[in-house]
């Protein structure tokens, strides 16, 4: 299945700002984008980029389509869908899930097609806090719109069309990372390229006040 991954390239992970520096954001949104590539073309799908700006992967291991787009991700998305329907699905992941794998991907995927009988839709995995990180579009009069509590719009959006909804409940979906807390999960659970970047940056695990897991960097506290 294609497999569109919108990529902020321009000025990724501002969040993440003053925890990592703006090259070092720069390599570690690389990184979970190599790992949703990888996670992609595991679980036997077609990944295509679409970037902001012009990309460098610098990765002998990753050669995959990437376009770049310099619109608003989500009117970048909406226009490659044209021509989706029930015969010729396509898939939207955010290219930020540090704890992604194929049998998540897979999972996402299936779940569109698990009933040959229902109508033409979408399947969606939820984002933490309302968002939308993964998407599965089948019906040619979907489109996405990745602002606010998009998870919620989304619904709505399918069901103005006459789209069926499935949701896809996943962890390793629900899990974008934008803020440094979100950090622990990709150490705790990563499997992949972002989790080794982290560790090489000196990026750990320390406690907190109340008990609570932080990420520390070497040389801190």
Do not use: Q
Not at 37 to 60: C, F, K, N
Not at 191 to 209: I, M, P
């Amino acid at each position: 299945m294609r497999t569109l991954v919108p990529f902020e390239a321009a000025r990724p992970k501002t969040r993440l700002d003053p925890f990592l520096d703006d090259d070092e954001r720069a390599a570690f949104a690389r990184s979970m984008l190599r790992d949703v590539i990888g996670a992609v073309e595991r679980a036997g799908h077609d990944p295509e980029v679409v970037a902001t700006a012009p990309l460098e992967l610098s990765s002998a291991s990753v050669s995959v389509p990437v376009a770049v787009d310099d619109r608003p991700l989500s009117a970048a998305v909406n226009a490659r869908l044209d021509g989706v329907d029930a015969n010729d699905p396509v898939a939207v992941l955010v290219s930020d899930l540090g704890l992604v794998t194929p049998a998540a991907v897979c999972r996402l995927v299936d779940a569109e097609g698990a009933d040959a009988d229902a109508d033409a839709g979408v399947a969606i995995a939820p984002g933490r806090g309302g968002g939308t990180n993964g998407l599965v579009v089948s019906h040619p009069e979907f489109r996405v719109d990745f602002h606010g509590t998009s998870y919620r719009d989304h619904r709505r959006t399918a069901r103005a069309v006459g789209a069926s909804v499935r949701v896809v409940d996943s962890m390793r979906l629900s899990t974008d990372v934008d803020e440094p807390e979100d950090l622990v999960e990709v150490l705790l659970h990563g499997e992949g390229a972002a989790a080794a970047w982290l560790r090489s940056a000196g990026v750990g695990l320390g406690g907190g006040d109340g008990g609570r897991v932080e990420v520390t960097r070497s040389g801190e506290g």
